[in-house]
């Protein structure tokens, strides 16, 4: 199993990409598709073409935009290309339906495809991909907005990720006991914004959840001025991550 950082900023970030996950088990899934982690998958010398599924925590542009590009790319290889790839399996909470349904229709060719394309809508639970066990969670960001984070399990190892969320009962479940947690630490103990956790909740959620490695992400800019990961030290005394685009981890 293995986890691969694209992007670990927010939309506008100066130096970061926004966010995206690769992880490799018997399948390529990619956990969110925000701007410029297209270009760093491709700095990464990952097969675009081999992503067989893409799981959206949520449809802020931060977390999503860079889909548009990858799909009509993969559009493009396989019309033009002469290439082939496998079926993609596009997931997410509820609304993501309405949402990529719409922009299939509203970009020319976008409807017809030339290679299979099944949209899933998750609630709580757990479902199979191969042998790879994938298990969202309800989170809790902004009202009106369905959002999830991802537990994904795979031969005894296990990765949560939060995707954008406030401190919660179902973050903490979700972080329990794997081997890495991945959360939004959008802002710094000390200037605290919403909708987010701030790296002092970082380090409580990893203090009641027990993770074995626990990384920092997501950072607005702000979070740059100040010690992140000192912050989460404080509630956390396990191993801390502050994460950096393109940083692959092995599990």
């Known amino acids: 199993m293995q986890l691969t950082i694209l992007g670990s900023g927010t939309n506008l970030h100066p130096t970061r990409a926004a966010a995206g996950y690769f992880v490799r088990t018997d399948h390529h899934l990619l956990l969110d598709f925000g701007p410029r982690t297209?270009?760093?998958?491709?700095?990464m010398d990952i097969d675009r073409?081999?992503?067989?599924?893409?799981?959206f925590s949520h449809f802020h542009a931060?977390?999503?935009?860079?889909?548009?590009?990858?799909?009509?790319?993969?559009?493009i290889y396989t019309k033009y290309g002469g290439g082939s790839r496998p079926p993609l399996t596009v997931i997410g909470p509820k609304g993501s339906k309405r949402i990529l349904q719409g922009i299939m229709n509203t970009f020319p060719g976008f409807s017809r495809v030339p290679f299979g394309v099944t949209f899933q809508e998750v609630r709580d639970g757990s479902f199979m991909i191969g042998d790879t066990k994938v298990s969202p969670r309800t989170m809790t960001h902004v009202p009106d907005l369905h959002c999830v984070g991802y537990r994904i399990e795979f031969?005894?190892?296990?990765?949560?990720?939060s995707g954008d969320t406030m401190y919660c009962d179902n973050l903490v479940r979700l972080c329990q006991n794997v081997?890495?947690?991945v959360l939004d630490c959008s802002f710094p103990a000390n200037k605290p914004g919403q909708a987010h956790l701030?790296?002092?909740q970082c380090g409580q959620v990893a203090r009641q959840a027990g993770?074995?490695?626990?990384?920092?992400?997501?950072?607005?800019p702000v979070?740059?001025?100040?010690?992140?990961r000192g912050q989460a030290g404080e509630e956390f005394d396990g191993m801390i991550t502050k994460a950096r685009d393109r940083l692959t981890i092995k599990i």
């Open 211 to 220: 993770p074995g490695r626990l990384i920092l992400s997501h950072f607005y």
């Open 198 to 200: 701030h790296a002092g």
């Open 179 to 181: 081997d890495v947690a």
């Open 62 to 75: 931060d977390h999503f935009s860079d889909f548009i590009t990858f799909f009509f790319d993969a559009l």
């Open 38 to 43: 297209l270009t760093n998958l491709l700095k």
């Open 155 to 161: 031969r005894g190892k296990a990765i949560a990720y």
């Open 49 to 55: 073409h081999r992503i067989t599924h893409i799981l």
């Open 223 to 228: 979070a740059e001025d100040y010690d992140v």
